[in-house]
């Protein structure tokens, strides 16, 4: 192969990944900006994993209608988990522990979704999202 066949080819590869990660986040941004709002009450359990930081996995409780966000194919929501700041990330696993649900309820996560597909777009506790509840009990504590 020529040099000059070598770089066409290199420089396309490099415009097809951007293409493709500037369309799965450009997906995800219109899902948030222009989907319909929606609140599932959620049991959340907080874990940590290397590579992806500081997140809330959680089970939607109640069932979510299928015109609403289609499941995948083994019947699973394509979306199980909140990302949170790692500063707020200890308290939320001490306040999402099975051990302590008996001291928050109405636990719910907000979804933005459209065409089938949904975006997380908050969790809250309450009236407050999480990071305002623990910031709250981080003051009274």
Same mark, same amino acid.
């Given at each position: 192969?020529?040099?000059?066949?070598?770089?066409? /080819?290199?420089? @396309?590869?490099?415009?097809?990944?951007?293409? +493709?990660?500037? *369309? /799965? @986040?450009?997906? *995800? &941004?219109?899902?948030? %900006?222009?989907?319909?709002? &929606?609140?599932?009450?959620?049991? $959340?359990?907080? $874990?940590?994993?290397?590579?992806?930081?500081? &997140? +809330?996995?959680?089970? =939607? !409780?109640?069932? +979510? $209608?299928?015109?609403?966000?289609?499941?995948?194919?083994?019947?699973?929501? $394509?979306?199980?988990? #909140?990302?949170?700041?790692?500063?707020? %990330?200890?308290? @939320?696993?001490?306040?999402? !522990?099975?051990?302590?649900?008996?001291?928050?309820? *109405? =636990? #719910?996560?907000?979804?933005? /979704?459209?065409?089938?597909?949904?975006? =997380?777009?908050?969790? &809250?506790?309450?009236?407050?999202?999480?990071?305002?509840?623990?910031? @709250?009990?981080? +003051?009274?504590?």
């Amino acid at each position: 192969m020529s040099k000059s066949i070598k770089l066409i /080819a290199v420089f @396309a590869l490099i415009i097809v990944t951007f293409f +493709v990660l500037f *369309n /799965a @986040a450009y997906s *995800n &941004y219109m899902i948030v %900006a222009t989907g319909n709002e &929606y609140k599932f009450n959620v049991e $959340p359990v907080d $874990p940590y994993d290397v590579f992806r930081g500081r &997140y +809330v996995t959680f089970r =939607v !409780s109640g069932s +979510v $209608p299928d015109d609403v966000i289609k499941k995948d194919k083994y019947g699973s929501l $394509p979306f199980d988990r #909140y990302y949170i700041d790692e500063d707020f %990330a200890k308290d @939320a696993e001490r306040l999402t !522990s099975w051990s302590n649900r008996d001291e928050i309820d *109405n =636990v #719910y996560i907000t979804v933005k /979704a459209k065409n089938g597909k949904g975006v =997380v777009t908050g969790m &809250y506790v309450g009236n407050q999202t999480i990071e305002e509840y623990i910031l @709250a009990n981080r +003051v009274n504590n």
